[in-house]
Nanobody, 126 residues
């Protein structure tokens, strides 16, 4: 059974940094891309960043220049490094094994999600 195990969430002050990790059982990221999503209370889910199997990275506008998505080959572990965090970044962050791509759809729906992580809370205080 495939599992995506996340860690690295926590509480930081505005301007701080966190690095989230996502460890997959099996060769999940050899088959699928890596996506990071987030959902804040009362708000719709957002796609934060994606990294395809081919190594193509994309970021949401709010993440561009502050967040970095990466994958450690050979370990099936993905990361989301987040710098210059702001209170608006407070949310539950989920990693996902993603596939496919449909540019016609809203960003949060452009990939098919094969597997989800359990989510990790990120809280940024001002």
């Amino acid at each position: 059974q495939v599992q995506l195990l996340e860690c690295g969430g926590g509480s930081v002050q505005s301007g701080g940094s966190l690095t989230l990790s996502c460890a997959a059982t099996g060769d999940v990221f050899d088959i699928h891309g890596l996506g990071w999503y987030r959902q804040a209370p009362g708000r719709h889910a957002q796609l934060v960043a994606s990294l395809t199997k081919a190594g193509i990275k994309n970021y949401a506008d709010f993440a561009e220049g502050r967040f970095t998505i990466s994958r450690e080959n050979g370990t099936n572990t993905g990361y989301l490094q987040m710098n210059s965090l702001e209170p608006e970044d407070t949310a539950v962050y989920y990693c996902a094994a993603i596939e496919g791509f449909d540019l016609r759809k809203p960003p949060v729906s452009r990939y098919q999600v094969a597997y989800w992580g359990q989510g990790t809370q990120v809280t940024v205080s001002s």
